[in-house]
Structure formats: C-alpha cells, structure tokens
C-alpha cells in the first residue's frame, strides 16, 4: 500500500537530498504516520466507530468525506455579492475555527507526541529528517482538510466571482493555514510554559468536545443557511476589526470586487500576508524550545490541589440511604467529571439535547409569530431533551479504565442495586439536572410563570422515563466496558423508548385540557416515581 | 592486548532545572563485558542512557561511543546501538510485522531483509502466529518480545537494556539470558539497567551502581562482596546506598494496616 503523497514527494527527491535530508529514511517515517493516521478515529466521527480493527480503510480520509459536508455551509458566503468584507470574514471565520479545532483535536496526538524521541530519536536518524518528516505530516494534514473543507466553496467561487477572486481565495487560504498552524502551536507552548501536562490534555479534551458540538449542530444548520443569500448588510470599518483575523483575509475581496479602496482595507491586506509569514518565521525559531517544554508532557508533577466542596458532601447525604449507595454515587460522580473519553463522548451529546427543543421550537416559530407561540402549549417540545437520555444512559457503562471492573466481582458487594441506584442517582444530578435547569429557565423565561407547575411534572417524568430506559435496555455495570466494542443497540427498543417519550408528552397534553389536570398528573406521577424507583434496580446479576 | 573500549564516559554531568542529576560520571567500557548498571530510582541510571542515546540534551562533559565523540557525529554511531526501554514506547496501532520492518528501515535493513529476520525471530519466541497483529492487542510479554526483537535486528555491537525481561515468563526469561551471555562472549558489550537484584547478580560480569548523580560503586560481584562482606547484591546495594531502615519500615506499615 503506497500513499499518493509520497509518490509525489518523490518526484522532489533531489530538492531533498540537496537539503542534507536523507530521503529514504524519511519517506519511512512518512509512511508509518500515514499508516497510523489512518487507524486514529478522527473527533469528528464522534460515537460512530464501529469495532477496533473491523476495517483497514482509512479513517482519516472517510473524515473528510464529514469535512466536505460541513463546507457546504460556506457556499451561500461565498454566492453573495452584497459586502464581501461581511461575507468572507464568516467564511475565513468558519474555516479558521473548523481547521483549528480539528488540528488541536485530531492531531494533538501527532504533535505532541512524544514518542518519536524515543523510538526513532535512538536510531541512527537526523534531527532535519525526523523535522522535515513532522512538518510535511502535518501540512498534509492541513492541506487534505482544508481541500476538503473549502472544496465546494472554491468551485461556487470560480463560477459566481470569477477567476481572480478564485485566486485571491487560493492564496489567502494557503496563508490562513499557516496562521492556524502557528497559533495552534502557540498555543501549545503557552500552556506547557506555564501549567504542566495533565492540563494542556484538559484543554485538548475541553476543544475535542466544542468540536464533536459544533459538527453535530452544525449540520442542523446548513439548510437554513440559504435563506440569507439575499441579505444586505452594511459594514463600517472600526479600531476592533484589527483584531479579527477573518476580517483581515477577508478585505483583499472587498477591494477586489466593490473596488473599495481605502486605508483601512489596504491595512488589513498588509496584514494578511505579513503576519502569517512573520508568525512562520518565529515558529521555526522558536521550535527547539517548544520540543523542550514537550518534554513536560512526560512528567506528572502534578501539584494538583483537589478542593472537596462541602457542598458535595451535603449532597450525599441528602441523596443517598445507604452506605454502599454513597460510595457508588461518589464513585461514578468522580469518573464522570475525570475521564476524558466520557467527557469527550458524553458532553457533545448534552450539548445537542440542550438545543435539541429549541430546534423544535424554530420550525414552530416558521409558522407563527412569537407572541401567539408563548401563548400555546408548544412549551411541551421541553419534553425533547430526554431524547438523548437513552444515549447517555448507555454511555455510563464503557470506560477507558475498563479492566478496572474486576473489582466488581472481587469486592464483597451484596446487592448490585445499590452500584446501579448510585450510579444513576450520579449520573441524573451530574448530567440530567443541569441541562434540565437550563431548559426550564429559558422556557420559562419565554413562556412565563404559568408553565410551573408543567415544569415539575415534565422534570418528574423524564425522570420516570430515565428509569424505564434502564429497566429497559441491557444491563451491564457501569464503567466495565470498552469504548469501541461494537453497541448492540437493538434498533427496536431504541424506537419503543422514543416511543415512550412520545406517550409522556400525550398524557401531559391531555391533562392540559383539565382544569388542574396537570397538578393531578404530577402527583400520579410522584407515585410512580417512587414505585419505580424502589423496585426498579433490584437487579440480579450472574 | 588493549581490550577496545567501546564507551567511554568523562565527567557527565547534567541537570533537569534546578536539580542536579548527574554529577560527574566517569566511566569506561570493553567489549564483551555484560554491565549490571543499577541504583535507586532518580539516581541517574536512565538518564545516562537516554544521553548515550542521543534522546536528552543539555549535558556537560564528554561521551565516546566506538571512539567517537557523540556530540560531533549524531547519527552514525547509533547504528551499532541497540536500546529496550523501561517504558514500551512503540506504535502500537501498527502491527508487529510494520513496526519491526519500520525499525529495520532506520537502520539501513531492507525491507525483505528485516521481514524476514524478524518473522524467524519471532518463531523461536513463540509469538510467530501474532506477526500480522497490531501490537496494542498483545499481552504484556508479547509486547516485550517485539522490543527486544526491535533492539537486536540489526546486529548491534552494544545494547542497552533497562528492565528487559518485564512481562516475560520463566521459560521466556531463560532465553533471553543465554542471548544475552551468548552475545557478550563474541564480544559484544551489554548494559543491563534493573531493579531485580538476583538476575543482574548472575548475568553481569561488572557491577555498576549510581547512587546520588555519581558512581558509588564498580567492579565485579566478587569483588564487591570483598570490599563491603555482605553476602547478596541487595545486600551490597543497601548497604552502599546506606539503608538500613527497611525492617522499622515494614514493621510501620503492617502496624497501619492492622489498625
């Protein structure tokens, strides 16, 4: 298996050769990356992957089959003719945020990566070759994304603006790069300077989990995006602008096709080529120093004070009856809030239940307007954000640590119900609450203080419904599996537990049309609520 | 007859920030002699080797490996090293087959060439049949196999290796002893890192002990058993890195955990 990369780097043999680089060795290492990209599950994929080794095609490059797609959200951008200065700076905005993101999730991995000192610094290869080696890897990176991400946008431009434009495009977009390249890594450096490993792998974890957000959300978004092809906007130049990198790439154009030409533009236009070369020049510098600080990425010194809130404690106690519950409930409190798989896993989905409703709520408001909204009962849609709570559930028994549930069998644990009731009891206030208490705010805030008592009676039966969900779906203990062991997920129980939902926001509806209906559907549901919380997790396990 | 001295270490000295971790390491190297090169943890036994390798920088003094000097001549001299470190660093989403021909490739080895070495290598340990597997489904042992395997291909003149027979069953561990005792009798030089007393007091023909930053101790076992009339290397060992706590210790700890 040869990558068409290196065929063609091998056309430029020579020009290596003549750099000192031994060119063999290189292509070696250049190889093997390649090859390791390909079996790195890129973010964007999110809970997609199926199976460890199931298929030796590459991952990498089906990513950007997700990449492609998310560009098409540049076409209506790049289409308008209104104010380039306007349009350009979302498309340079866009860009510079999905190839950060992306670099910074995906690629942390291969820039950060220590490894190579070790495995191939002890063997008999030169520092300019594995260097050499390390920046081809990652410009390809950046190339192949950018390719894929603006590919579309840049055929819209060469039919709708013309040949220059389409050139100006090219160029900007190769300098943009670079500036991503160069911030990112400064990022990085930064980090390293000041704080220490563990830290700069949060901050890694914290973007994977904006990323994996805003591709899901994303793609609710691009249809709706072409409404706005027909906008006129007016754009005044002002001091904050100097700030905004998109703005800078983005008045080239402005000049270019509304032959706007003032002081502030041709500034921008300095800016856009001067400083993405500078920053490249430092960047080489400054190199050496940055694979020093790498070396911290080794060490765990962490002087990591843990504050324990007293909060928490209360909490405990107010929640939990027994002693193995609050140990169970502590436990799964702290994996949730430490593992960063979870997180990176669980927290784009919250993300996407949080906004799931509103979505609902847009296309209502399509039809009428706002006023007549607040006054219906479309505050039920709120119901919505449970739709992910199976999803969740399921997430609480994979583990990155998962060979560390032998303890479950070794520890003198007599029931399990009390490991599945603290763990749920963890997962609702950790997870659930939060993203609940958000919701009923805004809705309240929409719909006013009559949807009260609706409130409580929807919080008390998405909570009746998080325990059917785990009545109903397989039963494994939590945090004991791997993540990329393929999910049985019975397709049939998925659509019976939506189907649920569907029957919640029924009865709610129907109690609606009494007169203090929905005070007796709350209490009905307190009675079960508690009858199924009792009886529920008395699970046998074999 | 001058036996060749295949490393020769003058005042190494080196810190990590504000901490010195090697304070002045003289030391020379022959062929065929098998270095049992111990000490606590930080006193500085992976960090000489990581500097003879080329991995750390920021040393002051002089390092001579095969007669030359590794501050002018980077590259070629690692050609004849061979290096298992305590942590297994390896690809290991790649497979056993990719990684070993990879690693051949850096020295020099064809691609058939390291194929093939490698696959009969890993027939006589046993682990043949996992060639084609990617290294991050093998066990412990497998693992340290194929990084012995990726230290040897090559025919190296000396190898470094720090806690080599980790994860390895007994069968497993008496192989690799007799590689090891087979390859220093036709000359080749080992450094042999470990924590495990007993072994490098049978293997090693020379013991090295580094205690604080600085060489406490060098000879051969029999020599040292004179110099210090303690019976075993852990003996020696604590004595010569002066402790002597460890029964109040243990008595400490069990008294805690019976509370």
């Not at chain 1, 050139?167 to 900007?172: A, C, E, G, K, Y």
């Not at chain 2, 007669?67 to 001549?73: A, E, N, R, T, V």
């Not at chain 2, 194929?146 to 806690?163: C, G, Q, R, T, Y």
């Amino acid at each position: 298996m040869d990558f068409k990369l290196l065929k063609i780097l091998d056309k430029c043999k020579p020009l290596f050769q003549r750099m000192d680089i031994d060119y063999e060795v290189m292509r070696r290492i250049l190889y093997i990356k390649l090859l390791l990209d390909g079996r790195r599950v890129p973010t964007v994929f999110g809970n997609n992957k199926k199976g460890k080794d199931a298929d030796d095609k590459n991952m990498f490059l089906r990513s950007l089959w997700i990449y492609l797609l998310m560009g098409l959200i540049l076409l209506p951008f790049v289409m308008m003719k209104n104010n380039y200065l306007f349009q350009m700076s979302i498309v340079f905005g866009i860009v510079m945020f999905l190839v950060m993101t992306s670099l910074i999730s995906d690629f942390s991995s291969v820039l950060l990566d220590i490894r190579d000192r070790s495995i191939i610094g002890s063997r008999p290869v030169g520092r300019k070759t594995l260097s050499m080696a390390k920046s081809i890897h990652i410009l390809y990176y950046m190339l192949a994304l950018t390719a894929a991400l603006v590919g579309p946008a840049l055929v819209a431009s060469l039919f709708f603006q013309g040949p220059v434009f389409f050139l100006l495009f090219i160029v900007s977009l190769i300098l943009v790069n670079i500036f991503c390249i160069v911030l990112t890594t400064l990022v990085y450096f930064l980090v390293l300077r000041f704080f220490d490993g563990e830290k700069l792998k949060d901050i890694i974890n914290y973007i994977q989990i904006i990323l994996s957000l805003v591709v899901m959300v994303g793609y609710q978004l691009i249809g709706r995006m072409f409404r706005i092809v027909d906008l006129k906007i007016d754009f005044k130049p002002g001091w904050w602008q100097y700030l905004i990198p998109p703005i800078w790439f983005s008045a080239p154009f402005q000049m270019l096709k509304k032959s706007e030409i003032n002081n502030y533009f041709i500034i921008f236009s300095a800016m856009t080529v001067i400083i993405p070369l500078v920053s490249l020049i430092i960047y080489i510098r400054l190199m050496p120093l940055f694979e020093k600080n790498l070396q911290k990425l080794g060490n765990n010194n962490g002087n990591r004070v843990k504050r324990k809130r007293k909060s928490e404690g209360l909490l405990v106690k107010l929640l939990c009856h027994n002693k193995e519950e609050k140990i169970f409930y502590s436990f799964s409190m702290k994996m949730m809030k430490n593992e960063r798989s979870f997180k990176l896993k669980v927290y784009p989905t919250i993300g996407f239940s949080l906004i799931f409703p509103f979505l609902f709520l847009f296309q209502s408001l399509q039809g009428s307007g706002i006023k007549e909204l607040t006054q219906g009962k479309t505050y039920l849609f709120i119901y919505f954000c449970g739709i992910m709570l199976p999803t969740l559930l399921m997430m609480t028994r994979y583990s990155e640590s998962y060979k560390a549930s032998w303890i479950y069998k070794a520890l003198p644990i007599g029931n399990l119900k009390s490991v599945y009731q603290g763990t749920i009891k963890a997962f609702i206030i950790r997870i659930f609450l939060p993203v609940y208490a958000i919701e009923a705010a805004v809705f309240g805030v929409l719909y006013g203080t009559r949807i009260i008592p609706d409130l409580f009676a929807v919080l008390l039966n998405l909570l009746i419904f998080s325990i059917l969900c785990f009545l109903l779906l397989d039963k494994k203990l939590p945090f004991s599996i791997a993540f990329n062991t393929t999910q049985q997920t019975n397709s049939g129980m998925g659509i019976a537990l939506i189907f649920l939902l569907v029957v919640q926001v029924g009865l709610h509806f129907i109690a609606t049309l009494f007169a203090y209906g929905v005070f007796i559907y709350l209490c009905i549901s307190v009675i079960i609520l508690i009858i199924l919380w009792e009886t529920a997790f008395a699970v046998s396990h074999s | 007859m001058e036996n060749f001295k295949t490393v020769e270490i003058k005042d190494l000295s080196m810190n990590y920030g504000a901490k010195e971790v090697l304070k002045g390491i003289n030391l020379e190297v022959h062929k065929g002699e098998i270095i049992g090169y111990i000490g606590t943890n930080g006193a500085g036994k992976s960090t000489t080797i990581k500097i003879i390798l080329g991995i750390v920088e920021g040393w002051r003094g002089e390092v001579k490996v095969l007669g030359q000097d590794i501050k002018k001549d980077t590259i070629e001299y690692k050609r004849k090293i061979g290096y298992v470190p305590e942590v297994a660093e390896i690809y290991d989403n790649l497979t056993a087959r990719e990684y070993l021909t990879f690693i051949g490739s850096l020295y020099g080895l064809k691609y058939e060439v390291a194929d093939e070495k490698a696959e009969r290598l890993m027939m006589v340990f046993g682990i043949k049949d996992a060639y084609q597997s990617r290294i991050n489904s093998y066990s412990k042992g497998m693992k340290q196999k194929v990084l012995l395997i990726a230290s040897m291909l090559h025919n190296p003149d000396i190898l470094f290796l720090d806690e080599p027979l980790s994860g390895l069953d007994a069968n497993s561990v008496m192989i690799v002893k007799e590689i090891l005792s087979t390859l220093a009798k036709q000359g080749k030089t080992i450094f042999y890192s470990s924590h495990i007393m007993d072994v490098v007091e049978r293997i090693s023909n020379r013991i090295i002990l580094i205690n604080d930053g600085q060489i406490a101790a060098d000879g051969s076992f029999k020599q040292l058993k004179e110099r210090s009339k303690e019976g075993s290397l852990e003996q020696i060992f604590n004595q010569i890195t002066g402790f002597s706590e460890y029964e109040a210790l243990a008595k400490q700890f069990v008294s805690i955990v019976e509370e």
